[in-house]
């Protein structure tokens, strides 16, 4: 094979059969100024990037794209950037997670429908980096991420605070009368103080460590913060790298395969990461046709400790735990107790184990050890019973030990609107002991799935000091969030799922441990009471919002559009010119 047609640009690019139609493909991108050698068969590199000054967690990745942009050059590639969906999680209603699936889409027909040889995926904001991994998985080219890295941590009145974190802590303060709203409005640029994604371990660190875990980045990819300048070496290191993966055609499957989402599922548990990486994972699966389960997370993540001391469930950030060791330190922990599958594939063509075995750690309470973890079974657990028979899901590491295993009066909420209208209502039936019930917030019923399941305590249990309940939903909760809450109740409420059977006093009983989460009714009340619900479904008959609530799966099968799931590959079957 002659260079000229070795790779798949070529096709637009070098085609000796299409000569008009060679002509068009090159003719109008020499507009941009590129010379014509840059069109002589060599890999074009596709740099897919999520800009945008509405996804601020996302804005400085235009610089970023130009470290990529060198590194493609150096290893004699031709880089071309191309924006996508970026789906915000700070800015975008009703929820950032109802486009994730949509801006897949986008990335997916981006990268098949143009001259892309390799691609690399600039992700950061939460719903980035699963949309982009999507896609790309859906096409299957060789593909590397590179993430945009956390901000500085952020500093108020003399205390570290974390993203999202301290907006809980702040908001429960403002509730109970602690703050006042100057002070809580100061807070704001004195916690978002740099350019980057939550520097809490909430779900875009969680993501950006998945992708270094599942062996779609460099090393360090998560931690380094996102204003420091190894964050665009790294970019520049993923350019050059991606031409070679592209020559050596490395595609995403060669990578990605049931092994290293298993390992992905344990460096979770060991971050103490968010519970929107079950939903993302069982989606990034899907579209690689892998069989990821709820019951791999129970069996990968079954005494994983919690070693990283970040908040919401430990005490640093981000900042902190790059300069700790970041992520190959936790994977070397994982490596040492024999834990992870050792021979799992990364980008850069060397394997997990090769890449982390000389880790060094820096600060023993940032990463703990498995002698002295933050939380010794900190893995995501699930629950199972007669109100999730599809499964539930909690973070252990971000809960309270005492309200593990638990038995309270539900408080109902048939929707976030009724929850709002009623949770600081003197005269609301509720104690410390109560277990608060929210429906029709999941895939189908919110539409998108909101991030409302860390419901805020009433007003009159906060300032009495209570500081966690149970919280009980079909819907997620923020990956910065914490508190004993149980999520992802499949089925959910609005397509009838038992959780819809639920009423205000009935006793429910949970036990993590065991896995377990029932209502104490008989199976012939759960049945004639979901015979007779209503759910509360929104009003939407038209656009994106009508085919999504159409077609999105339920929670524990990630959400995705039923006709997304698996791959289509990157061959384009006509062409117009
Ligand atoms: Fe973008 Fe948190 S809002 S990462």
Known sequence: MTKKNKFRSSNWYNSKDHKRDTFVHRGWMRNQGHPNHLFDGRPVIGICNTWSELTPCNGHFREIAESVKKGVYEAGGFPLEFPVFSASESNLRPTAMLFRNLASMDVEEAIRGNPIDGVVLLMGCDKTTPSLLMGAASVDLPTIGVSGGPMLNGHHRGETIGSGTGVWRLDADLS???????????????????????????????????????????????????????????????????????????????????????????????IGGSTNAVIHLAAIAGRLEIDLKLSDWEKCGKDIPTLVNLQPSGKYLMEDFYYAGGVPVVIKRLIEKNLLNNDSLTANGKTIFENNKNAKCWNDDVIKNFEKPLVNDGGIKILRGNIAPDGAIIKPSAATPELMKHKGKAVVFES?????????????????????????????????????????????????????????????????????????????????????????????EIDVERGTMNVLLDDSIIKSRLKNYEPILPEIKSGYQKMYIDHVTQADTGADLDFLVGKRGSEVKRHSH
Not at 444 to 460: D, F, H, S
């Open 176 to 270: 109970a009368g602690k703050i006042t709203e100057d002070d809580f409005i100061e807070a704001e640029i004195s916690m978002s103080r740099s350019k980057g994604n939550c520097m809490t371990m909430g779900t875009a660190s969680t993501m950006g460590s998945m992708v270094e875990a599942l062996g779609m980045s460099l090393p360090h990819n998560a931690a380094i913060p996102a204003v420091d300048a190894r964050r665009y070496s790294l970019a520049y290191m993923s350019g050059k790298r991606i031409v070679d993966m592209v020559k050596e055609n490395l595609i995403m499957s060669k990578i990605v395969n049931k092994k290293s989402f298993e390992n992905a599922i344990k460096v979770n548990g060991a």
């Open 416 to 508: 976030v609107e009724e929850f709002h209208e009623k949770i600081d209502d003197p005269n609301l039936d509720v104690d410390q002991n109560s277990i608060l019930v929210l429906k029709n917030c999941g895939p189908k019923g919110y539409p998108g799935m909101a991030e409302v399941g860390n419901m805020r305590l009433p007003q009159k249990l906060l300032k009495r000091g209570i500081k966690d309940m149970i919280r009980i939903s079909d819907a997620r909760m923020s990956g910065t969030a914490y508190g004993t809450v149980i999520l992802h109740t499949a089925p959910e409420a609005a397509i009838k799922g038992p959780l819809a059977a639920v009423q205000n006093n009935d006793m429910i």
